[in-house]
């Protein structure tokens, strides 16, 4: 039993690491990398606590040398699947029926133990399977992570504090029910911080989970449930199941007992899954949530008033850091006349002088994309913008997948504002600007709204405030998450909840209280303390 006036201590964000040269951090990090690369780790299905080996394994590889093999996975075909589903919902009445702040608790573990001596695991996982440099694997895999957890567990208590009038006679209160059925959470390669947060948000409020992760992210997502095994989680809230995406819904999404879908990933999987839920409706036990973040073509807009100088560096790190592979990374730039002849040529030198290369070379600021399929598919951009008479690459253009999946951070530009590379969402170092006339301002303003079917995340540079005011209004529908003079990347737990609505999603704001509802079902429950004795109302006595 937890006691009695426990409080969750108020968050505050993790510190990030600098891991400069001779800091234990940074000594601590190389050894964690070494031995990841060293150890190929067999990664099971973990169903119920138990671990289940298929047989039809897959390698995982390090993307920016793509001969090393650094672990093996065991795939779960549908009698895995189910298994997962049937063990979440024997783990569910035990769980769900726990005192809120025994789960809590839990969770806070988990983020005391990342922030110790998890984060080199975890932060040498994400380098090496996803390609990161070690400042991008650190404010992701163990910062916001932490924070994550962390701030779940004060939004929670938050949600628990906030209960209905009282009057004398009678006493009301919310009961914070976990849903009915189980969650299924599927989640994508780039953020180590999405998937487990996917996973462990539901649970926290009292959910079990099938956690399906994307192959590509396989390796630091077993570390998460690992360390959420080890802060005490019980055997069977969250199952561990790799699985193919087609394999998954045929065999989940019908289920009766299915009570939500938490996806991030592409808008076409999304859609499909929406589709496969509205079909099967009639068989549900109760409607399933479904909540998702699907992606973007996100935007900077300057103004002629915009500082240069801080434009520019807000294009080079929106655009490139992590290989343009977030689902928030700036895509596409709407650049004033007057504005782009005082950047142009500094922009290209910026993006001449990135260092690319592996990750466990700590001079690299860009490494490899995620894998083959995504490497020839950004190359189709690149070869079709050097045929085009619509575009011209100013930097960069080039491809190798030699050793690695290795694509040059990348600038276009396009001379019409609906260039293919304007409009597709292409998840790779891939920047495409547009210059329009100053005076086109409200045109191209109107360009920038429409031009994509995405609202994820997008920027305003202006020092001109009516012009931020003007401009933020304007483009009020464009983004679920709007910058002012900053880059569209780099949404904080607790600062910044992220989402976008139209085609990137629900808007469902992870990083906040407004995701934890999604996971509850609140029940009424009035205590009359002096129930009536009669049926009669005093309205009916007599004169």
């Known amino acids: 039993m937890s006691p009695i006036g426990y409080r969750v201590p108020e968050p505050t964000n993790e510190p990030i690491f600098t891991y400069a040269p001779g ?10 990398l070494k031995r990841l690369s060293r150890d190929c780790l067999e990664i099971p299905c973990v169903i119920g606590g138990k671990e289940v080996r298929t047989g ?19 795939v779960a075909g549908p009698q895995e699947l189910q298994a997962a589903a049937e063990a979440a919902q024997k783990a ?44 991008q694997a650190e404010i992701d895999s163990a910062c916001e992570l932490i924070d994550f ?17 009282s009057v004398p006679g009678v006493s009301n209160r919310l009961h914070y029910r976990a849903l009915e059925g189980f969650v299924l959470a599927i989640t994508p390669f780039n953020f180590t911080a999405i998937g487990g947060n996917l996973a462990a948000a539901p649970a926290m409020m009292g959910n079990t989970v099938v956690w399906k992760p994307s192959d590509t992210q396989m390796l630091s997502a077993y570390c998460t ?14 199952n561990f199941v790799a699985a193919d995406g087609p394999v998954t819904s045929q065999a989940l999404l019908g289920r009766r007992d299915l009570a939500g879908v938490h996806f991030t990933g592409s808008t076409a999987n999304f859609q499909h899954i929406y589709k496969t839920v509205s079909e099967n409706v009639g068989n549900y036990r109760s409607y399933p949530r479904i909540v998702g973040e699907t992606g973007g073509k996100d935007f900077v807009f300057a103004h002629p008033s915009a500082d240069a100088e801080a434009l520019v560096v807000a294009l080079v790190r929106g655009a490139f850091e992590y290989q343009g592979q977030k689902c928030s990374a700036a ?21 001449r002088a990135i260092k690319m290369g592996d990750v466990r070379d700590f001079r690299n600021l860009v490494n490899a994309v995620i894998d083959e399929r995504s490497f020839n598919k950004i190359s189709s951009y690149l070869e079709h913008a050097k045929q085009s008479n619509d575009a011209e690459i ?9 050793i690695g999946y290795f694509i040059e951070p990348t600038v276009i530009l396009a001379k019409s504002p609906t260039y293919k590379s304007m409009c597709d969402e292409i998840f790779g170092p891939v920047l495409t600007v547009y210059v329009y006339e100053d005076s086109k301002l409200d045109e191209t303003l109107k360009l920038c709204d429409e031009t994509s079917p995405y609202a994820l995340t997008g920027a305003v540079f202006a020092q001109d405030r009516a012009a931020v005011d003007y401009i933020s209004l304007r483009l009020q529908h464009a983004a679920g998450n709007f910058y002012i003079n900053d880059k569209p990347t780099g949404a904080v737990v607790g600062q910044q909840p992220f989402g976008g609505a139209r085609a990137s999603g629900t808007n469902d704001k992870a990083g906040s209280i407004i995701n934890l509802y999604r996971w509850a079902s609140p029940r009424t429950i009035k205590e009359n303390l002096s129930p009536p004795k009669s049926v009669g109302y005093p309205f009916m006595d007599a004169e």
């Open 56 to 74: 039809n394994i897959r390698q995982v590889r390090m993307p920016h040398s793509h001969h090393e093999v650094i672990a093996k996975f065991h």
């Open 394 to 402: 100013l930097v960069g253009g080039g491809a190798n997948s030699e």
């Open 149 to 165: 957890f962390r701030f779940n567990a004060y939004f929670y208590q938050q949600i628990q504090d906030q209960q209905p009038l």
């Open 225 to 238: 449930l690992k360390l959420l095994q080890e802060a005490g989680l019980p055997d069977g809230v969250i």
């Open 23 to 32: 800091e234990a951090a940074r000594l601590d990090l190389k050894e964690s």
């Open 331 to 351: 895509s596409r730039a709407y650049i004033p006349q007057s504005i782009w002849t005082k950047i142009k040529d500094r922009l290209v030198e910026e993006v």
């Open 92 to 135: 569910k009445a035990h769980w769900e029926n726990l005192a809120w702040t025994d789960r809590v608790k839990i969770f806070l573990k988990a983020a005391d133990l990342l922030a110790g001596p998890y984060r080199s695991i975890l932060n040498g996982a994400t380098m090496l399977g996803q390609s990161k440099n070690v400042y």
